[in-house]
């Protein structure tokens, strides 16, 4: 990832700075299977405590192993008590179904482009682009993905390159156009820039 980082810090001397005060980059990835892509349904629209905590819940109910066959032996019903959503029961049911059906196929993925992936995962009702794009990012490890829908990555660009408003995706390419072919670590570093900038203004209100 040395590469990465020294073409970023030579492309873009905002992001440079970034860099500089987030230190390493320690990104995590996650399996990229039907597990990761459930645990994005549950993850939609809830902080993340609530979210662990369904998920947890969810692992529980089929007693740790979240594949197709098991989620479909669930009865609606007990999904709903773990604390899902009837839209997102549906949602998770649907992968499994298309999943198991073979319509949606993770090996497949591998190979395929982030477009590509991005026409294949959609097409399960419930997954949108920002949640392919997440998975592109953290599961398949795809290095060159800008998540345009993605309001941390807007708000940090907002703040960082000092706009006046929230960028539009035309805005949001012009800037990573100096990113390519790392987009992917430059959004790792501007999501941790809104993390940085957090914990020096506790500093500041702790020393005043």
């Known amino acids: 990832m040395r590469k990465a980082i020294t073409h970023l810090k030579k492309s873009d001397a905002v992001l440079a700075a970034i860099i500089e005060r987030a230190g390493a980059y320690k990104i995590r990835y996650a ?3 039907f597990k990761t892509l459930v645990q994005s349904i549950v993850s939609q629209q809830l902080n993340g405590k609530a979210a662990e905590t369904i998920f947890a819940r969810l692992e529980a109910a089929v007693k740790g192993a979240i594949t197709p066959e098991a989620i479909l032996r669930l009865r609606p019903a007990r999904m709903r008590a773990v604390g899902l959503s009837g839209q997102k029961m549906k949602y ?3 992968l499994a179904r298309m999943t198991r059906d073979g319509e949606v196929n993770f090996e497949q993925c591998l190979k395929l482009e982030d477009g590509a992936v991005v026409e294949h995962l959609t097409r399960v009702k419930g997954v949108g682009v920002w949640t392919v794009h997440m998975f592109l990012m953290f599961a398949l490890r795809r290095h060159d993905v800008l998540p345009t829908g993605d309001f941390g990555i807007r708000m940090a660009m907002k703040k960082a390159y000092g706009l006046e408003d929230l960028p539009k995706p035309a805005e949001m390419e012009k800037i990573a ?9 430059a959004c790792w570093y501007l999501w941790r820039s809104l993390e940085v900038k957090k914990k020096s203004e506790v500093r500041s209100q702790e020393s005043e």
């Open 177 to 185: 156009a100096a990113w390519r072919p790392y987009s992917s670590v």
């Open 92 to 94: 998770i049911r649907e």
């Open 31 to 33: 399996e990229p299977g």
